[in-house]
């Protein structure tokens, strides 16, 4: 290779280094995204139940409680199979145990269940 296209090789070279360094800073955020969320408004129906706790720790992270809110009177089954679709479908972090507790809970609470 002489010295000539040894140089031009080089101008390439360096051209697509710069490329890559504008592609990279462009893609890289110019600042931290702010986003305010409203005040979660809507509660839970309060209870001795320790489930009550736990529903208030867990079912809270990914939207608001009125979805829990809105639906029919329901026995404890149904939000046991509820509670397991956000852990399996949603991957909601809700620890195996908890399940029980909570569908009693939503069952009491929110269904017919005895209190
Ligand atoms: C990891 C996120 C996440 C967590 C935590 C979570 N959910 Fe959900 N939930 C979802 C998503 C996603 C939907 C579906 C939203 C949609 O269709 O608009 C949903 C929907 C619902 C609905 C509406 C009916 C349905 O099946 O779509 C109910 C009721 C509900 N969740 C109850 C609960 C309860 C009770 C808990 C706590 C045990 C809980 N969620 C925790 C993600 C979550």
């Known amino acids: 290779m002489n010295v000539s296209k040894f140089a031009n ?3 390439r070279t360096a051209a697509l280094l710069g490329l890559a360094c504008t592609l990279a800073t462009a ?8 986003i305010k ?13 320790a489930g009550h706790q736990s529903a208030s720790a867990w079912c809270v992270m990914c939207h608001s409680v009125d979805y829990i809110n809105s639906q029919p009177p329901m026995p404890a089954a149904f939000w046991s199979a509820e509670v397991t679709k ?8 809700i620890p195996e ?6 569908s ?6 929110y269904g017919n ?3």
């Not at 956000?86 to 972090?93: D, E, F, I």
């Open 9 to 11: 090789r080089m101008t």
């Open 27 to 34: 893609a890289a955020p110019a600042h931290a995204l702010d």
């Open 37 to 49: 969320l409203p005040q979660e408004t809507s509660q839970l129906k309060a209870s001795t139940l």
């Open 86 to 93: 956000m852990v399996k479908v949603y991957g909601a972090p």
């Open 97 to 102: 145990d908890q399940i029980r507790l909570i």
């Open 104 to 109: 009693e809970y939503l069952g009491a609470a």
């Open 113 to 115: 269940d005895p209190k």
